[in-house]
């Protein structure tokens, strides 16, 4: 599934070195603004410790992870909105993805300006999200303005897409993001059609630094103000170093995790890559043989067929059956065998919905 995930922010704040952690591609992340220009993007595998299992399972040939694609897009500016600092182009990459990683410095170092003059992460994030507001505005005002006419010759569709347009301008003009709102499967649909910006999923990284001077460390007001903006919203935030890991990313996951350790960094790149994939609300299914083990990606809620598809397209129309046992119970079984004298594989047809870490096999 080619869903991705664009990683957001000020200047300065660590989002091309973060990129550079997750991809372990050499980007430009210099310390001046709009470094990047263009948008790069990586293929990061999602941390699954379930795939290792299965695949000493099989005793397998190949191990195949899931994937998450990340873009690096060049940062954010006060104005962009109305094309400052390259603004238009920017926006126009963050309308192309399907969820936003947004970056936000809480660390003072005076080595390292910060393009509005102080650390401020609740300021930041004000910043950059009144200038998708703004742009999404502008965008919805437009579509509104043509909806109006043709909701006066009585096209239901078109009246329903202007009830939803209006909806999210109520709640834009009021400074908030359209992803604070509620919407039923018909509307839903209308709203990805909009390719809007602020209805998009944001995760936000807190990006640290080891030894420095951290706002969560200090307990600063201006970091328990940011917990209180999280929690007031239920957003979803994870704290990483992105410096320190770009430093760890050739070393091996045993020396990674004993530096981290001493280091006491806590959550880093693995808690955000499944929490990026959780956000975009898939789940991984797995195959496993001795040629290959493998973990597959589908939406929270597909049916077999539907999960079939990210193996072929042909399994969504041809599926005739898929057997399937959970993960865990194949490896305690022992074989697939064993499993199947349990009764623990089941045979299941168009209509049964695939849980995360389900083993499957499928006939077409």
């Not at 192309?96 to 509005?116: C, G, K, M, P, W």
Request: hydrophobic share 40%.
């Amino acid at each position: 599934m080619a869903l991705s995930i664009g990683v957001v922010g000020l200047p300065n704040v660590g989002k091309s070195t973060l990129f550079n952690a997750l991809t372990k591609n050499s980007v430009p992340a210099e310390n001046y603004p709009f470094c990047t220009i263009d948008p790069s993007v990586g293929i990061v595998p999602v941390p699954d410790d379930r795939l290792q299992k299965l695949s000493d399972f099989s005793k397998t040939q190949k191990t195949i992870p899931a994937v998450v694609e990340f873009t690096d897009i060049a940062g954010l500016v006060k104005g962009a909105s109305k094309g400052e600092g390259l603004g238009n182009k920017f926006l126009a990459n963050i309308r192309e993805v399907d969820a936003i990683l947004e970056v936000v410095r809480i660390f003072e170092d005076s080595n390292i300006t910060h393009v509005h003059g102080e650390v401020n992460p609740l300021s930041d994030i004000e910043v950059i999200n009144l200038e998708l507001i703004m742009a999404d505005l502008e965008t919805v005002n437009k579509r509104i303005g043509a909806a109006e006419k043709d909701a006066k010759r009585g096209d239901k569709n078109v009246i329903k897409e202007f009830e939803v347009l209006t909806k999210i301008k109520e709640v834009l003009e009021l400074g908030r993001m359209a992803n604070q709102l509620e919407f039923d499967e018909d509307e839903t649909k209308i709203v990805k059609g909009l390719h809007l910006m602020t209805a998009k999923s944001i995760l936000y990284a807190l990006n640290k630094q080891t030894g420095g001077k951290n706002l969560d460390d200090m307990n600063d007001p201006r970091y328990v103000k940011l917990i209180d903006y999280f929690q007031e919203h239920n957003f979803t935030y994870v704290k990483v170093d992105a410096a320190s890991e770009l430093d760890m990313n050739n070393l091996s996951d045993k020396e990674r995790n004993e530096i981290k350790e001493e280091m006491g960094i806590d959550g880093g790149l693995e808690a955000l890559i499944k929490k990026s994939y959780e956000m975009l609300q898939l789940i991984t299914y797995f195959t496993t043989g001795e040629k290959e083990t493998r973990a597959w990606t589908t939406h929270l809620g597909a049916t077999a067929p539907e999960a079939g598809a990210s193996i072929h397209t042909d399994f969504r129309e041809k599926f005739i059956r898929a057997t399937l046992i959970p993960w865990d119970k194949l490896i305690e079984a022992g074989s697939h065998a064993i499993a199947r004298e349990k009764g623990w594989i089941k045979t299941v047809g168009k209509e049964h919905i695939v849980l995360d870490g389900d083993v499957m096999e499928f006939l077409v």
